[in-house]
């Protein structure tokens, strides 16, 4: 068996004025072949404007073991949202 | 740690009893409709299942394209011929966006081309019938690509988040397929009595293979059960094969056919058509390798990768010669800042 081709993760922008977005992963040789298969693998119906490739061993996530302890702190502290000050009706343009 | 675990049975007893509470918050999470995604914990039999359909699925694409190739160079009109170049090359795709959700589940692509080539793999038993005449393009899109739709869709709602998110983008493309298959067929019904003929001859020979793609009743199917606790199916070969026969049968009036089924008929009492049994020891036969098409398909496949050989090992000695993934777009450097 042949030793895979690099794994990269694809990343599409829709169209100008939106951000790229994940779509997927393939395998290829180099990042110019990478380019070209992610255009002929995720944008065969004008779904993107500009591709980015990234070799999936560069991406550093974070371990879903952790969730609690990196976004537990968020969870009570509503007063970061504008919907809990209470402000009278009467007053416009707030 | 095997030995240690038989030293000290406290030890295994909570091990155990650990692995239980954690089985029961993974199946709390399905329950709740929350989507695994792949680094999360997962059952060891989740995710073998996993591994086993989506790779069963992905290589269904791939030697899908076969049946359908055989006619690219024989279209009847350049329209036609690009529409069907069109339709093999998405199935192409679609087998790419499955094999990078299966890989997401740890399995290399390169052991699951090797599955397949080796013929370890199961793929779905329609690829093995022959695509005789032009009509059997139009019978495929119709029926081939609408029975899978009847599945695939709902599997966008799968538990497994990469295999639902490959399922969307899946979906979308299909419809294209099928609706030109139905088209096809159209004009073929209503063309010379010869075309309409070839077209009730595609009917009769795709009709109950289609059928057969909803896999083994559900008396006979193994996984059914567990797939559906897990959310990886959301509803039975049989409901997903009525639900097809269903919508299936009008259509095939509309084109002036006859679905070839002498007990089909409509209930009125259940609202569903009745129809008659299907054969299903050609149904194993023909996923045991015995099918009209299994060797020709496998060693089309074969000859595919071996012929491609030189090329995948030129690119590899040019991107080694260019240092590794080398940063072929300098300009796009920093671009993610």
């Given amino acids: 068996m ?34 070209e298969h992610a255009r002929d693998a995720y944008t065969r119906r004008q779904e993107g404007v500009s591709i980015w490739v990234v070799p999936s061993s560069e991406i550093i996530a974070s371990d879903p073991g952790e969730a609690d302890a990196l976004f537990e702190p968020a969870r009570d502290k509503v007063y970061r949202h504008p919907t809990f000050y209470v402000i009278p009706d009467e007053v416009k343009n707030i | 740690m095997y030995t240690q675990a038989l030293d000290s049975p406290a030890a295994g007893a909570d091990e155990a009893s650990e ?13 709740r409709d929350e989507k695994i995604e792949p680094k999360d914990w997962m059952p060891e039999a989740y995710r073998q299942t996993l591994i086993r359909q ?20 024989r279209a009847p ?34 052991e699951l081309i090797e599955q397949l080539l080796s013929g370890r793999a199961k793929y779905s038993s329609i690829f093995n019938y022959p695509t005789l005449t ?11 690509d609408g029975a899978a739709i009847m599945n695939q869709v709902p599997l966008c709602r799968c538990s497994y988040g990469p295999y639902a998110r490959a399922m969307v983008r899946i979906c979308k493309e299909e ?17 010379s009595e010869d075309q309409h003929a070839m077209a009730q001859d595609a009917l009769n020979r795709w009709w109950w293979p289609s059928l057969m793609m909803f896999g083994p009743s559900d008396a006979h199917s193994v996984h059914t059960a567990q797939s559906m606790r897990w959310k990886i199916k959301r509803f039975t070969n049989d409901e997903l094969r009525q639900k097809f026969i269903d919508v299936t049968v ?35 036969a023909v996923l045991k390798g015995e099918g009209p098409c299994n060797r020709e398909r496998l060693e089309a496949r074969r000859a595919a990768h ?23 777009m300098k300009a796009g450097a920093g671009a993610l800042s």
């Fill in chain 2, 175 to 191: 419809s294209f397929h099928q609706r030109q298959g139905y088209e096809l067929m159209l004009t073929l019904a209503r063309g």
């Fill in chain 2, 250 to 284: 009008p259509q095939a009036e509309y084109l002036g056919l006859t679905v070839p089924d002498p007990d089909l008929h409509w209930n009125e009492a259940s609202q569903h058509y009745r129809f008659g049994e299907i054969n299903w020891s050609e149904f194993q």
């Fill in chain 2, 54 to 73: 989506i790779a069963q699925h992905a290589h269904s694409e791939i030697v899908g394209m076969l049946p359908e190739g055989n006619w690219i160079t």
């Fill in chain 2, 134 to 144: 032009w009509a059997d393009i139009g019978a495929i899109g119709w029926l081939v």
């Fill in chain 2, 306 to 328: 071996e012929n491609g050989r030189w090329v995948r090992e030129a690119a590899a000695a040019y991107a080694a010669k260019h240092q590794g993934p080398a940063r072929a």
């Fill in chain 1, 2 to 35: 042949n030793e895979d081709w690099v794994l990269y993760e694809v990343f599409i922008r829709s169209r100008s004025g939106l951000e790229h977005k994940h779509v997927g992963s393939l395998h290829a040789a180099d990042a110019r072949m990478a380019i």
């Fill in chain 2, 19 to 31: 692995e239980r509470e954690r089985l029961e918050r993974f199946q709390a999470r399905i329950d």
């Fill in chain 2, 77 to 110: 009109s350049l329209r036609r011929k690009a529409v069907l170049i069109a339709k093999v090359q998405d199935e192409g795709g679609h087998g790419m966006y499955l094999y990078s959700a299966a890989e997401t589940l740890g399995v290399a692509r390169g």
